[in-house]
Structure formats: structure tokens, C-alpha cells
């Protein structure tokens, strides 16, 4: 109990000791400031610490001598009660060796005086080794302590290991003996199962222990005749660590050579003392080899005991003398219990004890040395701190000497600045950081040095600029020049007196611009590199030193300011205020989008748009901020709108006064409301309908009175264009001034009627044109325009579809109403597409994409829907009547495919003849309303296309054969007459062709013209061609058979134009000879015109819709049909901008009409261009391949006139 006391008593001693010291380093006491004072401090808790500890280990001391000889005493006392029974429980193993060996060593060395050696193994071996450990449970002699481990085949004793590891629980056991006998070692496996066992549960133990000693074998070997007499002698040996297993057969052998000879000795004295020299045989040729491979098991083990060494022993037999708990060692024992202070075990598994307190010696040992660099750096700095604000305010220096020091210093400062806001270093802390101190002491010598070398030279530099400014004429140029330069330098001279108006950028960035010259005794290098960090560093610490403010003159400032008023005013400091108000409402109010403005009503079946508005232009903002944020400028903030321009005492002007102010604000703001609205609105675009069942479904939910998504956008757009709207019972004053804050666009509403009991407000100028479709009443025999009207209309346009769609044949219905509307009679689809186009216009040029998108393109695709059905009914008829029967017929024939079959002329003639041809008879017929003919030229007719567009494919094509068929069928049959002439050519004596038996020979006579016909009248057609030289006879070029060999022929030729009417002929030879003919046509190309067809593919489509699949194109390209034409998705307007920085960003009105107009001009000349069609290709030229030609002609809609 006693322990117990003195244990508390010293953990609070030294809790107390720890929080005294605590207090003196960390806390707020000022009687210990001086840093030697808490290093005094702590040192004498140190050495009461250490006394304390003394004094425990002096009176532990005393204590364990008091005992020894109490106990002594004790035993030399006759013990009268020794017959009496014991009452109390016989004491358990660990607290017999605990009480034993505390009585027989003392209370500290009992743990450490003895070798403690754990002994395992079977009990008939241990029994015969260690006789009556087993029964007792430990023995001891002088230097060792035997512990009864347990057999090496059963489980360890956990409950027994833990209470030896409580005796001594850092090294529980200095060593562990396992006694084995002989027999273990047979390579059987039965033994090789004993041995696994052993050293599994040798891990247990350790495991337990938590300690892994060092392993001793101890070989008990029996013999024949007793050896009682016999001299026990060291017989064994010792391994180094891990040993292989060469080693271990070296040792061995010498263990043999060993014992024989020691054994002889033994012999000779007495022959039955035979155990050395039956070791030595037993070893040499049994044991050795199996001991080679039963030893590395415990060599190999991961984590067990270290084997160190193999001893060899006999039975030993036990005294009757002997005391109880005695232990006789025997030379084999004696050699453990030495090698065993030498051999070192391993903790097995954490030590945790060893950890901590290694850590906390690493925490002292750190935190001294901590404590040392700390005090040596805090002292350096102190020291540098110290010489630098006495170098920088040396009056005996230069000025450049002293701004370099002063450089320094202000660096010093800095830093000091960054640890205060950030932390020290750590090796500057440990308690002795002085930081916040010094910086405190510093600043004193540092405005010193600062009011010397760089404050007065600036202030006098500002002074003298503005006296100069001050004195320039009222209406010179340099002064009007100086206005903004000199409003900077007074705002700097004015924070320089007044630190709590500081901008530290601002102030900096104008010191700095204004003393870019040096002073006269200092460099410009040293200036410019040492001032402007001077001077920057002056401004951001003018505010937190209201000391360092200098004295202004009063009279200088009056005077800058009146004269800067009267140059450059307050434009500043409202485009400042206006930025704010639009920073502080813009982080309230968030970005609208399309389903936010239609409050959760989905117009993604209608129209879309990824534009959003911001927050800050909606009424919200406007009533729930804005207003309120403008009220409070013009009202608590009057010296904020400059202070630098006005003084509290003085009236302001009347273009700073708060109802001016105010005007400007709000008319910024309406401003940039209104091209919000317009950037957003104008970027709708309308949802392309892929089917007529797709326009019934989007025209049905445009005109639902509850569910369209365009009357909740109309709607939401009249409550955000009423924004700010006042009765008309208002002063005169207040309408002009609205008048003049609107400029133009309330001019340019003038002209229209307006009804006096309207609301107005700012923002009618731009939502006026909005506000007079929703808001008209229909009326009878009224002009004006509606949305009730429009979306009446609407429904009507959308039951028609509805009753083409439910008719017994819808494509016959749409094509009749589209011929209809080719006639020129009207229709409602038609009238209510043009009332669409008509409110469009209405809204004027501002709204044109908003009005095009939601009024415009839904009839227009409606129409489209309508004209769709109608142009694929065309191209059916087209392909049924002209296309598949085109391609049955001349599929895989010459010239539209390079084979040996050739087209047949009549054939051919009954589609391309003039007047009879299927292909004119059916243009004529079913597209005569769209297509009329111009000599041999298809033309569009613009007026009664209603927006259909024509394939081009369809009209090059069909222009080609228009032309072919001129020439070809001119008399009804085919047939067509040239001319051709025979020319010389070098090293050719004679060309000979012969062209549907007639013949035209040449052998370098006088040239003439031959008339021809193709094809002409022979009954085997064809062409052929050969030549001569000097040195071969008559030689064949080519000989193509059939009506179109003429063709083939010319198409193996180089052709060159001469001139309108002549073409030159080439014709290569094999042997690099030229044949040289000149062909004279009568019309067009003549045969030449023929080579066009090569290739050549009918159109499958006669107009373009968007159903209308790919086709090649004569060059056997894959080309996309142009889509029908509709107006494109208007952009948002460049010149209506979202402005947050200045009203001026807005293009006004009058630059916008010149824009429009300049744009109109340039979309008239580019339609004109557009309009004008491509000469057609003269008798004279070449005609391209059709395959070329990529003008798309367009299909022009005439618009109904607005007016």
C-alpha cells in the first residue's frame, strides 16, 4: 500500500512540476518577460525533478537494504509456529520465484542478478537433464534461475507465460534449452512431424513472451554403465548466426575430434567412463549426417530463436542434500548460462515500451536542440534587425547608401509581416519566437527611416505637380491634358493625409508613376530598382499607421479640386457606383433560363435556347434590389460618389447631385435590361418538325389557351417589360425627364397612338412593340395585330392538317392544295403564315429574330409539311414515268457505261426527242406551272414555286439533254452533219478513216473539207482509223464497231477548241506518231457534245425535301440535297450588348439605322448576284460535264406586302 502511496505522490509531483513550467513559458505573466527569467525558471524545475529522483532511488536503496536484513534476522529466529498448519493459499509459481528472489537479492536487482533459462522438452528427458524441475516448477543456483516451460509437444501455458511476463516484462527469459534426445533426429516422419510441432509451439511461446531468446539444444544421451563417477566435462558447440550447413558438419566434427581424445583420457582412468568416446562414434556415423539436415529448420525459421548452440550431457543425477528449489549446474548448464549473457534475443512483435520511450527521448532530445536553434536565430534576427534600423537612419550616410539599408529593412519588415499573419519557422519556435515583438519595436525606426528617404521626397513631387496644374490658364490644352494625371496625384496626396481612404494598389501604382525620376544624388539604377519597392511597400501599410498621415494644405487641395471638376467631373466615380450595385445584386439574383422565364413549362416541343438572362436585369432584381441599392447611392453615400472631387462643408454642383445621379443610374441600367431581354429573346429558336403529325402536335400546343409554352413566354415577357411603369398622372417635370432619358426610342413612338390611361416606364422603348401584341383586343374590322388573332389563325391552319391527315388520301389532298397555291389563290395555311410574317414586321428590326422564329417559322414549316407530300408525289411520278424506265434501258450501255453494248438511237430518241420525248412531254405536263422553256434552256418560274426547291441535279440534267436533243433530233431522226479535214503530220505518208462506210483518205495532199454524218447509212456501222510512215506499210489505230464507234473513237482523241465552230483532233499512234484532223461543227458542240454523256446518271429526285435520300451526281459523288429553303435561326443582335461597365457600350439608335441600311444595301447586291443566272454555254465553247455543275437554282416564294 505504501508503493502505491509513493507512486502517486511522485506522478503529481511531476504534473505539477510540468504545469509550472507550462506557465512560465506559454503563459500571460508578466513578471517572467525576460527570456533569462523563464530559462532560470526551468532549470530550477530541472534540478527539483532530479532530487526528487534521488531521493526515490536513495530511499528505494535503503528500503531493499532494511529487508535483506530483516530477512536475514528472520531465518536465524526459531520459528515457534512451524508445526502449526498455513491457513492461507500456497502462493502460485510466478509469486514463489517473485518473493524468493526479491528476498534474496533485494527489491531492484532481483530481475537481473540471475540468467533466467525457460527449459522444454519431454519430461523424461527433462527429468533426466534437470531432475525435479518438472515436480518443483523452477530451480535456481548462484548465476542461474530455471523455469519449467513445458513439454515441446504440448500447447504452452498462456496464463503461466503471462505471469512471467509480468516478472520481467521487457526480457522475460535470457535464454531457452530445449532437451532433446537422439532418437528425434531419425529422418522419419514421424520425428519430422515432432520437430514441426516443437517449433510451432516455440512460436507460440514467443508469441506469448512477446520475446524471442536466444536457442540452446541440449542432447541428453543415455548410456549402458552409470556415469556417476565419471568427471562431467563441456562437450558442444556453439554456432555463429545462421549457420549453413557446412558449417554446422565442421563444428560437429570437431565436437568428435574432441570428445575422442578427451574420452581416451576418460577410458584410461576408468573403462566403464565410456560416454566421451560412444559420443564421439555415435556422432561420426550416425548422428552428424541426420544432425546436417535436422539443424537448418531451426536456421531457416522466419521470426523464431536464434540457434546458438548444440551441448551434449548425460543423466545427471540430483543430491538428497540438495535444498528444495536448489539447482546443481552441470558444465553443459554452466556453458548456457555464459554464452547466454553474451547471446542478444529480439522482441517479437511492438515493443511498445521500447517505442515510447525512445520517442519521448527523441521529444526531448528534440525539443532541447529545437530550443537552442531557436534561441541562436531568434538572436540573429534581433542582432540583424537591430544594425539595419540604425544603418537606414544614419544621417552620416549617403541617400543611396541609405535607401539600399533601407531596402534591407524593409525586406526584414516583410518578413516578419508573413510569420505574423502565417506562423514562424519552426526552428524559430519552441517557445522562444519573438516575432510579433519585434515587429512591434521595428516599425517606429522604420517610419523613421521611410519620413527621411522616401515620404517627404514624394510628397514634395506631388506638391509641386499639383501647384503646377493649380496655375496652368483655365482653357489651356495642357491643362485639360494633365485633368486625368492630375486627379490621381491629388486622390494620392489626399490618402497620403488620410490613411483610412488607402488604396493600397491604387496609391502604389501612382507613387510609383509619378517619381519614376531619380533623386538628384541617386542613380537611376539604384532608383529604379530600390524605389518603386520602397514606395509600394509605403502604400500597403499606410492604412494600419494612422500616425504616418502628413498634413495637406487645405488651399491647394480646394484648388485642384475645383479645377479637376471643372475637366473631368464625376464620370468616375458613378460608372464605380453602377459596377457595384451590379456586382452586389448580380451575387443575389442568379441567371434565368428558357424554363426558369416559362416557370417550369417545358418548350422543348416548341422552341428552345441555350442563352440565358442575367439575374440582375429581371423585375425581381429590379424591386427586391436594384432600386433600393440606387436609393441608397444617391441618398447615404453622397461623399462616396468622389470624395476626392468634394469636400462635406460645400454643396456639390448640380451635375453630382443626387437627382442627377440617380437619372444616370436608372437610364444605365434600362439600358443594359433591355439588350438582356433582347439578347435572350432574339436567340430562340424554333424545334424542327421531322413529320405532318410532328406540326399538328406543336401547332396544337402553341395555340392551347392553358398550356402553350408561347403565351407563358408572351406573359412573362410583358411583366418583365411593365418593369418600373408609373400612371400618366404624373408631374410634366417627371415626363420630360423620362422623355429625355429614352432619347430616341420614345421619339420613335411618338407616332404611334397611344392610350393615355397606359402606364409608362423606361423600358417602352424596346418592349413597346412586345407589349401591343399582347395587349390588343380583337375587333371587328380592326387592322390591329394580335396574339388572340395570330393564335385563332393558328388553331384553323392546324385543323386543316388534321383533316388532310384523317382524308382517304392525304398525298392526293396536300398535292391538291399545293397546285392550288401554285395557281396563285390563296388559302388559310397560306394567309395566316403571312399574318405570322406581318407581326414579325410589326416588331421591328430590333425583334426581327425573335419574331421570325415564334411567328414566322411554325407556318412555315406547316406550309413545308404540306409542300413535302406534294414534292415526293412528284418524284414518284418522275421515277415511275421516266427514271426506272431510263435505266431499264440503257443500264450498262455505252456511253453512260464504258461496255461493249452501245445505247440504241431510238431509244434513246423516244425519251430525249423534242416536243415527243417522255422526258419533254412529262416536264411539260406535270411541272409546266415551275418550269418553262427558254430556247433549248429549262428555266424556274420563281412566282408559283410557294418554296419548293428544285433539285439543281434535276435541271443540269435536264438542260443537258435539252441541248443533246436539239443537235441530235433536230429532223426527227437522229442524226447530225460536220466537217472534218485531214492535216500532215511528221514521219505520216498517209491517214485513211472510214466512218459508217464513208471513207476519208489523206497522203499529205492539198487539205480539204470531207461532210460527214453520223450515224450514217451503212448496214455495218462503225469507225476506223490507220496510217502509214515511210518506213511501215498501213498500220490500224483502233476499229470500234457498232452505231456509237464514232463516239468511241473520239473519245480516245485529244480534243482542243480552236474556235467556236473548229476543234482539233489528236490521235496518238503507238509509235509516238500524231494524227491530225480538224472537225467543223454546224451547231452546238456537234459530236463532241456527245462525249457529255459518259457517266452520265438521271436525277431520281425532281425537288429537294428533307426525305430526299443521297444521290451520286454525275461524277459519281455522293452529295447531300440542299434542304428546304427556310429562314435561319436569327443570332443574338451585336448591337444590343449586355453592358456592367458603361452605358456607351450600347450603340445608339441613329448608328444602328446606318448599320441596318448598309446591310440591306449589301443583302440586295448579293441576292441580285445570286438571282442572276449562268451564261449558258455558247456554240463556240466547250460545254462542261454536267457532273460539274453545283448552282443550286432557287426556288423564290413571293412575299405578300406587309403594308
Not at 890 to 898: D, I, L, Q, S
Not at 959 to 983: K, V
Not at 1082 to 1090: A, H, I, K, R
Request: net charge neutral; charged share 20%; aromatic share 8%.
Amino acid at each position: 500500500m505504501k508503493k502505491w502511496i509513493l507512486a502517486i505522490l511522485v506522478i503529481f509531483l511531476l504534473a505539477l512540476c510540468a504545469g509550472v513550467v507550462a506557465y512560465i513559458w506559454f503563459g500571460d505573466n508578466e513578471w517572467l518577460e525576460p527570456l533569462l527569467a523563464k530559462l532560470l525558471a526551468t532549470a530550477l524545475f530541472a534540478i527539483l525533478i532530479l532530487i526528487l529522483l534521488l531521493l526515490r532511488s536513495w530511499g528505494a536503496i535503503g528500503i531493499d537494504k532494511a529487508s535483506q536484513v530483516l530477512f536475514r534476522n528472520k531465518d536465524k529466529t526459531p520459528n515457534i509456529n512451524r508445526d502449526i498448519p498455513q491457513l492461507t493459499p500456497v502462493l502460485s509459481l510466478a509469486e514463489q520465484i517473485k518473493s524468493h528472489l526479491r528476498h534474496r537479492y533485494g527489491l531492484f536487482s532481483w530481475r537481473r542478478k540471475l540468467r533466467w533459462l525457460l527449459v522444454t522438452g519431454e519430461a523424461v528427458d527433462v527429468e533426466q537433464a534437470a531432475p525435479g524441475l518438472i515436480a518443483q516448477g523452477w530451480q535456481t543456483s548462484n548465476d542461474t534461475l530455471l523455469i519449467w516451460g513445458g513439454s515441446s509437444q504440448t500447447p504452452p501455458d498462456e496464463a503461466w507465460l503471462k505471469q512471467l511476463k509480468k516478472l520481467r516484462w521487457r526480457r522475460p527469459i535470457d535464454a531457452q534449452v530445449w532437451v532433446v534426445s537422439a532418437l528425434h533426429y531419425e529422418p522419419t516422419k514421424v520425428q519430422k512431424a515432432f520437430q514441426d510441432k516443437a517449433l510451432w509451439h516455440m512460436h507460440s511461446r514467443n508469441k506469448l513472451l512477446r520475446w524471442a531468446a536466444p536457442l540452446y539444444l541440449l542432447d541428453l544421451r543415455t548410456m549402458t554403465w552409470t556415469q556417476d563417477e565419471r568427471e562431467e566435462l563441456q562437450v558442444g558447440t556453439l554456432f555463429p548466426a545462421k549457420p549453413q550447413p557446412d558449417t554446422l558438419t565442421k563444428l560437429l566434427s570437431a565436437v568428435v575430434k574432441q570428445t575422442t581424445g578427451l574420452g581416451m583420457e576418460q577410458v584410461m582412468i576408468n573403462n566403464r567412463h565410456a560416454f566421451l568416446l560412444q559420443l564421439a562414434q555415435d556422432l561420426e556415423q550416425r548422428d552428424i549426417p541426420r544432425l546436417r539436415a535436422w539443424l537448418p529448420a531451426f536456421v531457416t525459421t522466419q521470426g523464431g530463436n536464434q540457434l546458438r548452440g548444440l551441448l551434449f550431457t548425460s543423466k545427471v543425477t540430483r543430491p538428497d542434500t540438495l535444498a528444495e528449489h536448489a539447482f546443481l549446474p552441470t558444465p553443459a548448464w554452466q556453458v548456457v548460462t555464459d554464452d547466454s549473457r553474451k547471446a542478444k534475443g529480439r522482441g517479437v512483435g511492438i515493443q511498445w515500451v521500447n517505442s515510447a520511450v525512445a520517442t519521448v527521448l527523441g521529444i526531448v532530445l528534440l525539443f532541447g536542440v529545437g530550443c537552442i536553434v531557436s534561441y541562436i536565430g531568434n538572436r540573429g534576427l534581433i542582432s540583424s534587425a537591430e544594425d539595419l534600423a540604425k544603418q537606414s537612419t544614419d544621417p552620416r550616410a549617403s541617400l543611396t547608401e541609405r535607401l539600399t539599408r533601407q531596402q534591407a529593412f524593409k525586406q526584414q519588415i516583410s518578413q516578419l509581416q508573413y510569420r505574423a499573419e502565417h506562423g514562424s519557422p519552426w526552428y524559430l519556435r519552441f517557445g522562444l519566437s519573438t516575432n510579433n515583438k519585434l515587429l512591434t519595436v521595428l516599425w517606429p525606426y522604420y517610419h523613421t527611416a521611410n519620413q527621411q528617404n522616401i515620404q517627404q521626397p514624394i510628397v514634395d513631387n506631388l506638391y509641386g505637380k499639383l501647384s503646377e496644374l493649380v496655375q496652368m490658364p483655365p482653357n489651356s490644352p495642357e491643362r485639360a491634358a494633365l485633368a486625368k494625371a492630375g486627379y490621381d496625384r491629388l486622390k494620392a496626396y489626399l490618402m497620403l493625409s488620410r490613411p483610412d481612404r488607402v488604396d493600397a494598389p491604387l496609391l502604389g501604382n501612382i507613387l510609383i508613376e509619378n517619381n519614376k525620376q531619380a533623386p538628384a544624388t541617386v542613380s537611376d539604377g539604384v532608383w529604379q530598382s530600390v524605389g518603386p519597392e520602397l514606395m509600394q511597400f509605403y502604400a500597403s501599410n499606410l492604412s494600419r499607421h494612422p500616425d504616418w498621415a502628413i498634413k495637406p494644405d487645405r488651399t491647394l487641395v480646394s484648388d485642384a479640386r475645383q479645377v479637376l471638376i471643372n475637366q473631368i467631373g464625376m464620370q468616375n466615380a458613378e460608372t464605380s457606383i453602377y459596377q457595384g450595385i451590379l456586382r452586389r445584386v448580380g451575387q443575389n439574383y442568379g441567371n434565368m433560363s428558357l424554363s426558369q422565364v416559362l416557370n417550369g413549362m417545358d418548350s422543348r416541343t416548341l422552341f428552345t435556347t441555350d442563352e440565358e438572362v442575367p439575374g440582375m436585369f429581371t423585375r425581381d432584381a429590379w424591386e427586391g434590389m436594384v432600386e433600393k441599392e440606387i436609393d441608397k447611392a444617391v441618398k447615404n453615400r453622397r461623399e462616396e460618389i468622389d470624395w476626392v472631387l468634394t469636400d462635406g462643408g460645400k454643396q456639390p454642383a448640380n451635375d453630382i447631385s443626387p437627382e442627377v445621379l440617380k437619372q444616370r443610374l436608372n437610364e444605365r441600367y434600362f439600358t443594359d435590361y433591355s439588350a438582356a431581354w433582347l439578347n435572350f429573346l432574339n436567340s430562340i429558336s424554333w424545334t424542327r418538325a421531322e413529320s405532318m403529325s410532328d406540326v399538328i402536335d406543336q401547332l396544337t400546343l402553341l395555340a392551347d389557351a392553358r398550356q402553350s409554352p408561347l403565351i407563358g413566354l408572351m406573359n412573362t415577357v410583358k411583366y418583365q417589360g411593365q418593369t418600373a411603369q408609373k400612371g400618366r398622372a404624373l408631374t410634366e417635370t417627371l415626363v420630360k425627364s423620362a422623355q429625355a432619358a429614352f432619347g430616341s426610342k420614345a421619339k420613335r413612338l411618338d407616332a404611334i397612338p397611344i392610350d393615355d390611361d397606359t402606364p409608362v416606364g423606361p423600358l417602352d422603348g424596346t418592349f413597346a412593340p412586345l407589349l401591343r401584341i399582347v395587349q390588343a383586343t380583337t375587333k371587328e374590322g380592326g387592322d390591329n395585330l394580335s396574339l388572340q388573332t395570330y393564335l385563332t389563325r393558328v388553331t384553323r391552319v392546324r385543323l386543316k392538317l388534321q383533316q388532310i391527315t384523317s382524308a382517304p388520301d392525304p398525298q392526293a389532298m396536300t398535292q391538291s392544295l399545293a397546285k392550288t397555291v401554285f395557281e396563285g389563290k390563296a388559302i388559310d395555311l397560306t394567309d395566316t403564315r403571312d399574318y405570322g410574317s406581318l407581326i414579325a414586321a410589326s416588331m421591328g428590326e430590333e425583334w426581327a429574330g425573335f419574331g421570325s422564329n415564334l411567328f414566322v417559322q411554325p407556318l412555315e414549316q406547316a406550309w413545308q409539311a404540306v409542300l413535302e407530300p406534294a414534292a415526293m408525289s412528284f418524284n414518284n411520278a418522275w421515277r415511275e414515268s421516266i427514271v426506272d424506265p431510263w435505266y431499264r434501258a440503257f443500264n450498262g450501255r455505252y456511253p453512260f457505261k464504258a461496255t461493249a453494248n452501245d445505247v440504241s438511237l431510238p431509244e434513246l430518241g423516244r425519251f430525249l426527242r423534242p416536243d415527243t420525248g417522255l422526258i419533254e412531254r412529262f416536264v411539260s405536263t406535270q411541272l409546266g406551272g415551275m418550269l418553262h422553256k427558254q430556247g433549248d434552256v429549262w428555266v424556274a418560274d420563281a412566282l408559283n414555286s410557294q418554296g419548293l426547291t428544285l433539285n439543281p441535279q434535276f435541271i443540269s440534267a435536264l438542260n443537258q439533254l435539252s441541248r443533246i436533243s436539239a443537235m441530235l433530233y433536230a429532223n426527227g431522226d437522229a442524226g447530225m452533219t460536220f466537217e472534218l479535214m485531214a492535216r500532215p503530220s511528221p514521219g505520216v505518208t498517209k491517214t485513211e478513216l472510214l466512218l459508217d462506210g464513208a471513207t476519208l483518205s489523206y497522203f499529205n495532199q492539198m487539205e480539204s473539207w470531207k461532210t460527214l454524218r453520223w450515224p450514217g447509212d451503212a448496214y455495218t456501222p462503225g469507225a476506223q482509223l490507220s496510217w502509214s510512215t515511210e518506213q511501215t506499210g498501213l498500220r490500224l489505230l483502233d476499229s470500234p464497231k457498232g452505231s456509237w464507234g464514232w463516239v468511241r473513237l473520239l473519245d480516245k482523241a485529244n480534243i482542243t477548241q480552236l474556235d467556236s465552230t473548229r476543234y482539233r483532233l489528236v490521235w496518238k499512234a503507238d509509235d509516238g506518231s500524231e494524227l491530225n484532223y480538224i472537225l467543223r461543227v454546224q451547231s452546238n458542240s456537234g459530236p463532241v457534245e456527245l462525249l457529255s454523256l459518259k457517266g452520265f446518271t438521271l436525277p431520281a429526285n425532281v425537288f429537294l425535301t428533307s426525305r430526299t435520300p443521297v444521290m451520286p451526281d454525275a461524277s459519281g459523288d455522293m452529295t447531300q440535297p440542299a434542304k428546304p429553303a427556310t429562314k435561319t435561326t436569327a443570332s443574338p443582335r451585336k448591337h444590343t450588348p449586355v453592358s456592367t461597365a458603361d452605358a456607351s457600350t450600347v450603340m445608339p439608335a441613329k448608328y444602328r439605322k446606318k448599320k441596318a441600311a448598309a446591310d440591306k444595301v449589301a443583302q440586295s447586291i448579293a441576292e441580285q448576284a445570286a438571282a442572276t443566272p449562268d451564261e449558258t454555254a455558247t456554240d463556240e465553247s466547250v460545254q462542261p460535264e454536267p457532273a460539274e455543275e453545283t448552282t443550286i437554282v432557287p426556288m423564290m416564294r413571293r412575299e405578300h406586302d406587309a403594308n
